[in-house]
């Protein structure tokens, strides 16, 4: 049983992996996707706390693509971000550990800023909008220590050999097609239907530039969208980029995080204050009553403050256990779990952005394009 | 009657006339277009020959078009080009019909070489011929004059701006709108239906950047992506372009002009013994035997050689109308017209060549991106 291999440990995203568990397995049984093995970390040789705890939990031609760098072939990331509001930190653990696969793999990162996407999608009123956004969370991304000369921004309609070569994959994406993967009706814009093609164009610019293979980390429910991509990449002759499946961390409130939602998420931009206010108003696995907590223990698999810390906090199996016992023999209250994540994440972010302002002035060196005044764009 | 104004002028084009009026006269009955008038003519002080003939019969907006160049506003002109064969007199006709309003209102010219929908609608094998194409075509179109530096050329994949209008003008295009007014299937590839947006960006990329009212010299079948790119126009606030609208002149065989039949067309390329060869076998007004035709006389109206000879080789509606009478009363035969129309189109294609050839150096001052090596892309 290969499923075994996932979510397994000390119980942690148990509470997710069951209400979602039905769609990440049908990724594995129904869709071809292959789950993470210990043959996959053994590449590595220190693998990253999310591979080890299966966070990232299934791929698609990893194998391959890790045996072309095994072989001394350079190799690529591509992942992207919808430039649609301020960054929280469920978007930044994506790139985080994608930070790490560059380091691992001396790999090319390209980070498509899609503002076009946004902009069809409706999600934000103008491109102009767009664009502040694309800067900004620019420079969340970057915080993140990712090397330069490595790493390639771009916002898509600022980059002409995207369109060149949407044009040139849109031959292969037939309207049937785009409709069922993105769920469209008639009525839809013709952007939001070019756009399949937009997003090929991302994933697969590494690989028709230089011929890198790509590697895309991504959602689980972002499978459809890489299946279209890889589907055209075999027609087009080009390597199937691979990609690799995380699971989701719940928002504050249970709920999925959304920026659109700011109690479900933490953003970098938040002061203190906030992030306190959030924290303590968070979902936990929490009893009754101070009493009946000491007494039974809390249920750190319903816990929403635990997940977090186990995620976002604590970066070894160990402490994740210790803190699971803590919490079930009802050694520490909800609030002392609370203040723990709230002080750990104010930390976290007062050093972001620090790193973040360093960044302003150098911004433009990570970008393919010009991207004018930043200081204009962003502090107008 | 307005319709009455146009193609009644010595019979010349009545055949096409008869043959498309039903469509022609639509236009400006059913679907709002206005007819060509005297008073429209009454803003130039020596009209072009095809406007005084009514061959442009009838426009959109064009009074306020040029009310508002006659208040000193610049004004653009847009017509494109796809480039997925050589060119032929057909095409140039147009642009000479251009070139002479640039000089008339000191208009810029803007000329899309749009690759993209050569590519997706599968009119070339890839982008990389629809190129070398554009190249060979732009040599074409500014051999007729065009004024360095307010004649601006680009191919569509290789402008970034375009990419980022016609993201910006998708939103306002359902793909229901798209599919009825290009007649596409739901099996249509992406790129097809995207191409609308791209296309209401070429025409709309002047007043979106400058603010200049734009003109679009067309065919009269293209009215419907003008009514589409107009009403987009409107929804995002524009000057809604004008538009003037050609009837077409017929093929050597009587059939449409077609770079894809060479016999139909004259190619800018041809050689003096191909043109004699495909004049020759034209479809004429002749009679039976010379003895009827002394007798009879000829039947221009019927006759494609008399029509290109009126619309390609003479310039003034007395010439034509001589010619006509000669004709009509037996006078000359068909030889001697095909002789003339031979000689003629040798002639000054003869001189055509020589100015392309005076271009290929000179090319990339008239593109608005680079185009790399010009002699390597056209003789490789």
């Known amino acids: 049983m290969r499923w075994r291999h996932w979510g397994i440990h000390f119980g942690v995203h148990e509470v997710t992996a069951l209400e979602k568990k039905a769609d990440y397995e049908r990724l594995i049984r129904e869709f071809g996707a292959e789950p993470i ?24 031609s990893l194998r391959e693509y890790l045996d072309l760098h095994a072989k001394g072939h350079e190799v690529a990331i591509v992942s992207g971000r919808g430039p649609s509001n301020y960054m ?3 978007h930044l653990m994506l790139f985080a ?8 793999l001396k790999a090319r990162v390209y980070i498509p800023l899609s503002d076009d996407e946004k902009y069809v999608f409706g999600k934000v009123k103008d491109l102009k909008e767009a664009y502040k956004y694309a800067l900004d969370n ?46 469209l009706s008639d009525s839809a814009n013709a952007g939001t239907i070019f756009y399949a093609a937009v997003q090929a164009a991302h994933i697969l610019m590494p690989t028709l530039e230089m011929g890198y293979p790509v590697l895309v980390p991504i959602g689980a429910d972002q499978d459809p969208y890489m299946r279209l991509t890889r589907d055209v990449a075999e027609r087009v002759g080009l390597f199937k980029p691979a990609a690799i499946y995380s699971i989701y961390v719940r928002g504050l409130t249970g709920e999925p995080m959304s920026a659109s939602r700011p109690e479900t998420c933490i953003f970098t931009k938040d002061e203190p204050e906030v992030i306190r206010k959030k924290i303590w108003m968070a979902l936990t696995g929490g009893r009754a009553s101070v009493k009946e907590q000491r007494e039974l223990g ?16 604590f970066q070894d199996e160990k402490k994740i256990e210790e803190h699971y016992r803590a919490c079930r023999s009802g050694e520490i209250l909800c609030g002392d779990c609370k203040r723990l994540l709230a ?36 502090f107008p």
């Open 88 to 90: 929280h930190l469920g």
């Open 298 to 313: 809390g249920e750190p698999e319903k816990c929403v403050v635990f997940e977090w810390l186990s995620t976002y906090v």
């Open 37 to 60: 093995t210990d043959e996959i970390l053994s590449y590595f040789k220190d693998p990253h706390i999310l591979l080890r705890r299966r966070f990232f939990y299934a791929h698609r």
């Open 138 to 183: 620019a420079l969340d991304i970057l915080a993140l220590g990712f090397q330069e000369g490595r790493t390639f921004l771009y916002i898509s309609t600022h980059t002409q050999k995207i369109y060149e070569y949407a044009t040139l994959l849109s031959r292969y994406l037939t309207y049937n097609t785009v409709k069922a993967t993105f769920g």
């Open 343 to 378: 002080a750990s994440l104010i930390k976290r972010l007062e050093e972001h952005r620090r790193k973040r302002k360093s960044l302003i002035d150098k911004l433009e060196r990570f970008f393919i394009h010009d991207i004018g005044d930043v200081n204009e764009v962003l």
């Open 97 to 104: 550990f994608i930070f790490w696969l560059q380091k691992e």
